[in-house]
Every structure is written in C-alpha cells, then in structure tokens.
C-alpha cells in the first residue's frame, strides 16, 4: 500500500480506493499537457489549417475527455487515489519543488468537469467565431486556459497551483480583451488582470507562510499536519488561511472583489460561459476544498468571516442581476451570486455541498451563457431591451436556456435544486441558521431574476432589428448536450438515496486523506427542501406576474434601468383600477370585498415585493456598488494620480541618476541588514 | 598564516603582479580619456583576469574568457564605437561633469564588499590546488546535471541574436527599396 | 594563497565598474564597464570553486553562463546603441531624456 492509502485507511470516514495506480492514472499527467500542445501547434499553424487550428483544441480536448470520463467512472465504482510528483528543485535541504499530478475525488471531478464542459463550449464556439477575427488565437488562448487550468486542478501542492492560477489569469486577460480594438475591452482585461493580482499576493503570501511552516507545499501533507494538529502550522494556520482565502476571494469574485467579473463579460460569450463562469472563476471555491483541512481542524477561526463574505455576494450581488438590461451582466452577477452560495458552503463546513453545486453550476450556468450567446448571435445585440419574443424564432435555445434557468433556479428534480439544497442543509447543520435564511432569500431572488431574464428575452414581442433566426447546429447540439446533465447530474447526490452499484457524490469525494467535517444528511430534510423550492417557486410566479404575464407592462420593458418608476406607474393603475370598482356600484359587497382583495391587497404585495426587491437591488448597484465599492477604487486611482504628480519631478529621465540612486538604495539595505537588523 | 608566509610564496608574487596590472587597466578602462583606449584597457583586463583564472586551476573558462571576451566581445565593441563615430581622439566630455557622487558610491561599495570577505572569509586558504579542472569534468557538467540551463542560455544567445538584427536593421525608405528591386 | 586576496581585487574591480557605469556618458563605454563589473564576478565564483572544488565544478559553469549572457547582453546592447545613434546622432546617456515627463 501505498503511503496515501495508508493514511486513506487509518482515517476515520474516509472511503477506501480501489485504485492507486494502473494506466489511467498514471498516464493522467497527459492532460495536463495536451492543450499546451495544443495551444504552442495552434501559435504555428493554427492561420493555414481550415477552421484556424479549431480542430487541434477540440481534438486535444477530446483526448482529454475520454480521460476524465474514464476516471470519473472509475472514481465512481471503485474510488481512485494516486500521486504521481517528480522533483524539479530542492531549496536547501528539505523544501522541495515538486510538478506533477494528483488523482483524486476532488480532481477527478474537476478533470472530468473541465474536459467534458471545455469539448462542448469549445465545439460550440467553432459556430460562434466561425466569421470572427483571429479565430486561431481564440483557440490558442482557450487552449492555454483549458492547460492551465488542468495543472491548477491535478495540482499536488501549492506551487504548483499558483502556477495554473497565474496561467489561468493570463488566458482570462487575453481573451477578456480579445476585441482589443475597442478601448473598453482591454481596460476590462486590465481591470480583471489588476484585481486578480491584488488577491493574488494573498495566494502566493499564504502559500509562502504555511510551506515555510511545515517545510512541504504538498496538500496531502498539509492536510495531514492540520488533521495531526501540528504545532508549526497551528502557530500560522490563521493568518496563512485568511490569505489563502483572500486569494481564493479574487478568482471567485466574492465580495468586494468581485468588480471585475461583470465587466469580464467583454470577451467572447464562449469565454464568459466556460472561463467566467463554469471553471476558472470556481478555483477560488477548489482551493478551499483542497486545503480544507487547515480551517477544519486550525484555521477555524476565519470562518465566520469567511461566510459572512460568502453571505454578502450571494444576496447582495445577486440583487444587481435585477437591474442589468445587458443579458451576459444578468448571467454574471448571477455567477457571482452563486459562487458566494459555494464559498459560504465551504467556508461553514460542507465541503460536499459547496463542490457539488460547483458541478452542477458549471453544467446549467455554462449553458445559459451558451444559450445568450445564441441569442446574441441571432440580434447582434446584448441588450435585452432589443430582444424579446425569440421563443418562436429560436425554440431549440429557448427550451434549453429555460431548462437551464430552472435548474439555476432550484426546481425539483433538476441537478440546482439538489445542491442548493445541499447547501442549505450544510448550513443548517453547521449553525449558521441566519446564513441559510439568507441563502433561502437568495433562492428567490435567483429565481426572481432567471424569471426576468427569460421573460424579456423570449417572450412578449420583438424590439431589435432584423430577423433572428435559430443558430446553427453546432451552437445547438452542444446546447441541449449540457441541457442534459443540468436535468440528470442532481441525481448523483440524492439524501438518503444512492444510485445502485456507484455510491454518491459525497463518496466520490471522500475518497482522501483525512477525514473532513463534512456531513452529508442521511434523508432528505423536508421542511428545508420545501422552504427553498417554495422560494424558488414564489420568485417564478412573482417575476412571471411582473414580467411575463400581464400584455400591459410589455410596453414598459425599455424602462427598466429607472426601476422606480416602473412600479410608480403600476400603482396608480390600481388605484384607478379601485376606485372604479368602488363608484361603479354595480356589484354587490361580496363581489367588491373580492374585488378589493384581489386587486388591492394581493396586487399590492405582489408589486410591493416586486418594487422592494427592485429598490434594493438599484440601491445595491447604485450606491454600494458604483459608489461605494468603485468610489474606493476611483479615490485609490486618484491619490495615486495625485502622489504621481508631486512625484514626477523625481523622473529626470538620466539614467545615471537612476543608476546612482539603485546602487545607493542597495547599499543602504544592505548596511540596515547587516549592521542594523 | 602570517604576511612571510604569504610573500614567501612565488605564487602570490605572480598574483600581485597580475592583480596590480588587472586593476590598473580596469581603472584605465573607466577614466581613459580615448573611446578606443578604454575598449583596449578592458582587453588587458580581462587578460589579467583570464591569467587569474588559469592561477585557480580554471583553464577552461580563462580560455573561454580569452576567446569569447578578447575575441569576439571586444571586436564587437570596437565596431560599435567606429560606427557610432565616437570621437577617436582626447575628448573630456567623455564623462558628466559631477564625480563626486560616484566616486562615493563606488568607494562605498568596495569598503562594504571587502569588508564582508574580510569579516567571513578571514584566513580561508585556496591550498592544493592539484590538477586543472578538466574539461571533460565541465562537460559533462554542463550537458548533465546542467544541461537545462544549458539550452536557456543557448536559447538567450538565439534570442539576442534575432534581437540584434531586428534592432539593428535599418528599414529601407520606398526609394531605396525601388532602387534595390531595380538592380 | 589566501581566498581574500580574490575577493578584495573582485570587489575592487566592480567598485570601478560602478565607478564608471555612473560616470560615463557614452554609451559604449557604459557598457565596458558593465562587463567589468560582471568579469569581477566571474573572478568570485572561480575563487569559490577553487576553494570548494564541487565535483561539477558549480563555480566554473556558472562563469561560463554568465561569460554567454554578457555576450548576448553586449550582442543586444549595441544593437541598441546603433539605433539610438542613427535616430538621435549621439550616443551619449544624458541626452536621452525623452523618457521623463
């Protein structure tokens, strides 16, 4: 046995692997490497070859695919763990630099994620950019995330994962500001990379402490020193996990940070739907399961914190979408919402329930983005202000986009409602009550936006120019090919229930080192389940009565950037509405109480809800958002603007006084470190 | 081991020799008042430095110095200083006029340094020096537990070559374009 | 021989390549003293070796790295020279002041 399965069958709870080697796993590390390939073929060759060096990604993620799939099922019915690390260097005696692969629960599900969602966005995109420009270097810069995220997902220590973190963040750069030509993209890219970066000397910083403090990078050993208490990573567990967990906070958009993932929308919608949405924007939330012993069992400190955070992105942000007329912005704040559902889970304690509905996420967000990716194809516009009424123009993109809004939403049986009702359940469980009353709001505010979403763009009538027409087949396939696993995969982690012969998701993911404090609820916990699914239920109904249903506010769609108004105006259509029934006379008490109550009272709290919600989310974006949130940044803009110019009289532009000034700088840090220090 | 001892060696006697001559071309190389002259001072310095090399048994790299240095850098550099038309003759606007504070800098430099060898290496001898390193030793060093850095370097070298020409390579106006197409 | 005696004539020579990197203004004859600063460094790391004596002769390669960087670094910096000389028509240092504000 292997030193890991050792440890995999000391540890209580833990899942025994029937696999720790064989051909799958240990030629695993190919994945990590194809889309490199790929992405170096395509620089060379991708101009000459007939779809632009389209045909080398896929098939590179095909290869992949048939990889991740294999494992997957072996993860499945057996339960796989393996390492494979090969040394690179050696910093002084004992810390060492390792590359390699790590095959487990946590990556399998992310090897099987990232090739299966990346093969069907990478087809897809093959229609969306077919008259596009630079259409090789898309598919050379999408195959350098794909790569890039691999070696993040298969990384067995910290090294290593910043490494794919900062590849990832170089592939989202590039392609966030793929139209370049248009000043504003390249400044969202800006603003992506800079963000990022911030959060990224939390990474590297918290990274750099907890290595130094046991002497390894290596998870599995870093898990294996939180579960054993150690003292040297106890001393620093906090301070090393709220960096760790600040980083984790860039690349998943929690909570300030997550200014930049709205306007990363720039890019091609295949990106947004792959990078900013299904995978790469989910590290921040697999870095804290990867290290998720250390808040476990030392770090628990920052969890509070660190689900207040979640908390706040989850509902706060999620109000935003209630405001955006531009339909990838609807998506966006709908990403980060979800991922703030992800981190809280994580961040109380339920590590199942914040992985499984990253699975599901990845499946039906990356669907609705390839779906508004249609649509936009088909209008030319991302405005939902131009759209509307494509139901029957574009039925394959409506049924799918609608199945993947019920899904986001929390409709049983799809694959959302399960984990979001993992979540809650988790946080139930955990004691955060007040937080799980939140994510049940957050229930309805998502469903509330999906609802508004899918009204504005496909039913009522058409306002953009021209004659939308349904995408092509390759938009399509892949469409209904992620329609399927956004109905199926919530099946894989039913409470109390199994699939025969294969286990659940909270096995699959057990198989690892030390036990977590993970606890996945034996039955289905009814009175939570329904109260979600009612929420969900109710922001359906409420958003369809406000949206959809009634002809007479079709008229009024183009006014829904000044969110007050619109209600303002449904108001006094009532109490005209009222006072006719009342003058008129004609119908009896009975009849006119009836009258009253129905359109009085339960109008009312139909629009006062609808006018409440509304109002916040303005309030949100308007002031916390722009002003708040931007104010800080736009001041730090500003004092840096300021600091530059009484500065600038320093620049002389003579080299040799820089020079003078760089040998004086390091000789007097070197006296201060020498005589001084 | 005391100051008789030391000068009691012929070795050291060679090395102040060397040593004197190295940095007496090395300062010449900074204050020489002729382009050209401080382009040859530096030949002598590295010759100095190469004679040096070969005291501490490191026969390959004095001759890599001699070769690489002496011989190529140094062309290079004479070719860089005629075609920049620097003047060959006296020219005391060579150097900006304010000396002081490099002076200070580079005097404070030397202090710091020697005093760091000085406070740590105070009596290390470089004793029995035996045989030159072979340069089959450095070989196999060099393709084996090197041979990494080994191809960056070789892939630097690429690049700057590339570099070069790129940077260098004047682009022909129209005219002279048409001019070359007619001939 | 004494370790020192390297040490103190490398840090002398790289004192006078300072010396000479911060006042001179040609640029070629910067660059001369740039490699007098790294030909310092070379003479450190062969005097290490010697003392050492590393069974791959560490020191050693690391001269000869530096020795190819220096001649890729001169390779790129006449280059520029020549391209600074044939838009400006000098190649002294203090005249190129079109970087400050």
């Known amino acids: 046995m292997s030193r890991l399965q050792i440890l995999a069958t000391e540890a209580e709870h833990a899942v025994e692997a029937g696999v720790t080697g064989g051909f799958w796993v240990d030629t695993a590390g190919i994945m990590l490497v194809l889309p490199l390939v790929a992405f170096l073929l395509i620089l060379a060759v991708g101009k000459r070859m007939k779809y632009h060096g389209a045909e080398i990604a896929i098939g590179a993620l095909a290869i992949n695919s048939l990889w991740g799939t294999v494992l997957f099922v072996m993860n499945m019915t057996e339960g796989v763990l393996a390492q494979k690390t090969f040394e690179i260097a050696r910093i002084g005696s004992d810390l060492v630099f390792e590359l390699g692969w790590a095959v487990d629960g946590l990556s399998i599900m992310m090897y099987f994620l990232v090739n299966v969602v990346g093969l069907i966005v990478f087809i897809y995109a093959v229609g969306y950019m077919k008259d596009d420009i630079r259409v090789d270097w898309f598919f050379a810069a999408f195959s350098l995330f794909a790569g890039s995220m691999l070696i993040l997902v298969g990384a067995p220590n910290l090294i290593q994962l910043i490494i794919g973190w900062e590849g990832v963040g170089l592939a989202s750069y590039f392609l966030i500001g793929f139209y370049w030509e248009d000043m504003a993209n390249v400044n969202a890219g800006n603003k992506a990379f800079m963000v990022n970066k911030i959060a990224d000397v939390g990474l590297i910083l918290g990274a750099i402490i907890l290595g130094l403090a046991i002497g390894t990078f290596d998870f599995f050993d870093m898990s294996t020193a939180a579960f054993d208490h150690s003292e040297p990573l106890g001393a620093v567990a906090v301070v090393g996990g709220a960096l760790l967990f600040f980083g984790a906070m860039g690349k998943s958009a929690q909570f300030p940070l997550h200014i930049w993932l709205p306007d990363a929308m720039a890019g091609p919608t295949p990106v947004s739907a792959l990078m900013h949405a299904a995978t790469m924007v989910t590290a921040g939330v697999y870095l804290m399961g990867r290290v998720f012993p250390l808040f476990e069992y030392l770090a628990s400190d920052v969890r509070p914190w660190m689900v207040a955070i979640g908390a706040i992105t989850l509902f706060a942000i999620g109000l935003l979408a209630l405001v955006a007329d531009d339909i990838k912005k609807v998506l966006a704040y709908s990403t980060v919402s979800q991922l703030g559902y992800m981190m809280t889970a994580m961040a109380a304690g339920g590590y199942t329930a914040g992985l499984f509905h990253l699975f599901t996420h990845a499946f039906f967000k990356a669907l609705l983005f390839l779906g508004a990716g249609a649509v936009i194809h088909a209008v030319h516009s991302n405005n939902m202000s131009d759209m509307g009424g494509l139901r029957k123009a574009m039925p394959r993109t409506y049924w799918t ?232 940044v736009h001041g730090l803009g500003a004092g840096a603007d300021g600091a530059g110019s009484a500065l600038r009289k320093l620049q002389t532009g003579r080299i040799q006084q820089y020079a003078a000034g760089f040998v004086g700088g390091a000789l007097a840090l070197i006296v201060l470190f020498v005589f001084v220090i | 081991m005391s100051f008789a001892d030391w000068i009691g060696a012929p070795v050291n006697w060679v090395f102040l020799v060397v040593g004197f001559l190295t940095l007496l071309s090395a300062l010449k190389v900074v204050t020489a008042k002729n382009v050209v002259h401080a382009a040859l001072f530096l030949v002598a310095a590295l010759g100095g430095t190469a004679v040096l090399f070969l005291m501490l048994s490191a026969e390959f790299v004095a001759w890599v110095v001699v070769l690489v240095y002496i011989g190529a850098v140094l062309v290079l550099f004479l070719f860089g200083i005629m075609i920049t038309r620097a003047p060959t003759g006296k020219d005391v606007g060579l150097d900006s006029p304010n000396k002081l504070l490099p002076a200070l800098l580079s005097g404070a430099t030397f202090l710091l340094l020697g005093w760091a060898s000085l406070d740590a290496f105070g009596s290390t001898e470089i004793a029995d020096l035996g045989e030159a390193t072979s340069t089959e030793v450095l070989g196999l060093a060099l393709l084996g537990r090197f041979v990494i850095p080994f191809e960056v370097v070789s892939f630097i070298l690429l690049a700057a070559l590339i570099g070069g020409v790129t940077i260098a390579r004047r682009d022909l106006s129209p005219l002279e374009e048409e001019e070359r197409g007619a001939v | 021989m004494l370790l020192n005696q390297f040490l103190i004539l490398a840090a002398a020579m790289f004192s006078l390549g300072i010396y000479g990197l911060l006042v001179r203004r040609n640029i070629v004859l910067i660059l001369l003293s740039v490699e007098l600063m790294l030909a310092a460094v070379n003479i450190n790391l062969i005097a290490f070796e010697a003392v050492l004596r590393t069974s791959e002769a560490i020191g050693q390669v690391f001269a000869v790295f530096v020795i190819t960087v220096a001649a890729a670094e001169v390779g790129i910096g006449l280059a520029i020279v020549l391209m600074i000389f044939r838009n400006r028509k000098s190649a002294n240092v203090d005249e190129l002041d079109l970087m400050r504000w």
Do not use: C
């Open chain 1, 401 to 632: 986009f609608v199945v993947g809004s019920l899904s986001l939403a929390g409709i049983l049986p799809l694959a959302g409602f399960w984990s979001k009702d993992e979540i809650l359940v988790a946080l139930g469980m955990e004691g955060y009550t007040a937080v799980m009353w939140i994510g049940i709001a957050g229930a309805f505010v998502t469903a509330f936006y999906m609802t508004r979403a899918v009204a504005l763009t496909f039913h009522g009538d058409y306002k953009g120019h021209g004659h939308p027409h349904e995408a092509p087949a390759i938009m399509t396939v892949p469409l209904v090919a992620l329609a399927i696993p956004s109905i199926l995969f919530g099946f894989f982690n039913v409470p109390g229930w199994e699939i025969p012969g294969i286990g659940n998701f909270s096995e699959w993911l057990a198989v690892r080192v030390v036990p977590m404090g993970d606890e996945h609820s034996e039955a289905i916990d009814l009175v939570l389940a329904g109260s979600g699914l009612f929420a969900a239920l109710l922001g359906i109904a409420l958003g369809w009565m406000v949206w959809g249903k009634d002809r007479a506010t079709q008229a009024e769609r183009d006014r829904f950037e000044v969110p007050a108004l619109y209600p303002l105006l449904r108001n006094k259509y009532y109490v005209d509405d009222l006072a006719d029934g009342i003058t008129a006379g004609t119908m009896g008490p009975v009849a006119r109480f009836v009258n009253w109550v129905n359109d009085y009272v339960i109008d009312s709290i139909v629009n006062g809800a609808a006018f409440l919600t509304k109002s916040l989310g303005s309030f949100v974006y308007g002031v916390v958002d722009q002003r708040g949130v931007d104010g800080v």
